[in-house]
């Protein structure tokens, strides 16, 4: 099982950014993805979720209306569109694989993401 | 939201002794929690799910316990590759949430 994270790096407040999670070696379309981040010293916050089927997506309070998870099945990918970014926003951001609560999950490395002028 | 209360915030032990990091949920979770050790520069590992059902592959020192509002995570001997920060999280209701971890260093 692989998860790899990509689109980090530093953007200005306002601005967007997308980040990547390519997943191989599991049967993609059938595991729950999430977004967890961790800001630089401090603790994990879960940011998102998207199921598959029908593809329902859950959101912390901090980043609904501003990000938008999604994946693409075809591709074992993926996605956060981040919008409205905030210096609050300044993270590492892991993927997650998780088919259910009863069995291991899988994290990725994560990408850390830079909100600064 | 379900606020998650752990303690304590950093707890300083000796190889070979059992320590216990507790849990509070601010509503009822039943035993829909899990169990993450965190060592630094790296991804978290799931422990315990069903908050107190052991993920397979870890160690048998590890336990957890706990329903409703009140877990605890329990290492019976703890060893120097157990030296890293906990986390609880449950997943109940959304948005799923983290506790703020528990830090256990050598003492």
């Known amino acids: 099982v692989q998860l790899v994270e990509s689109g980090g790096g530093v953007v200005q407040p306002g601005r967007s950014l997308r980040l990547s999670c390519a997943a191989s070696?599991?049967?993609?379309?059938?595991?729950?993805m999430s977004w967890v981040r961790q800001a630089p010293g401090k603790g994990l916050e879960w940011v998102s979720v998207?199921?598959?089927?029908?593809?329902?997506?859950y959101y912390t309070a901090s980043v609904k209306g501003r990000f938008t998870t999604s994946r693409d099945n075809s591709k074992n990918m993926l996605y956060l569109q981040m919008d409205s970014l905030s210096p609050e926003d300044t993270a590492v951001y892991y993927c997650?694989?998780?088919?259910?609560?009863?069995?291991?999950?899988?994290w990725g490395q994560g990408t850390l993401v830079t909100v600064s002028s | 939201d379900i606020q998650m209360t752990q303690s304590p915030s950093t707890l300083s032990a000796s190889v070979g002794d059992r320590v216990s990091i507790a849990c509070r949920a601010s509503?009822?979770?039943?035993?829909?929690l899990v169990w993450y050790q965190q060592k630094p520069g790296k991804a978290p590992k799931r422990l315990i799910y069903g908050a107190s059902s052991l993920q397979s592959g870890v160690p048998s020192r590890f336990s957890g316990s706990g329903s409703g509002t009140e877990f605890t995570l329990t290492i019976s001997s703890l060893q120097p590759e157990d030296f890293a920060t906990y986390y609880c999280q449950q997943h109940k209701n959304f948005p799923w949430t983290f506790g703020q971890g528990t830090k256990v260093e050598i003492k």
């Open positions: 070696g599991f049967t993609f379309s059938t595991y729950a």
């Open positions: 509503h009822d979770i039943r035993n829909e």
């Open positions: 998207v199921y598959s089927p029908p593809g329902s997506t």
């Open positions: 997650v694989a998780c088919f259910d609560w009863l069995s291991r999950d899988f």
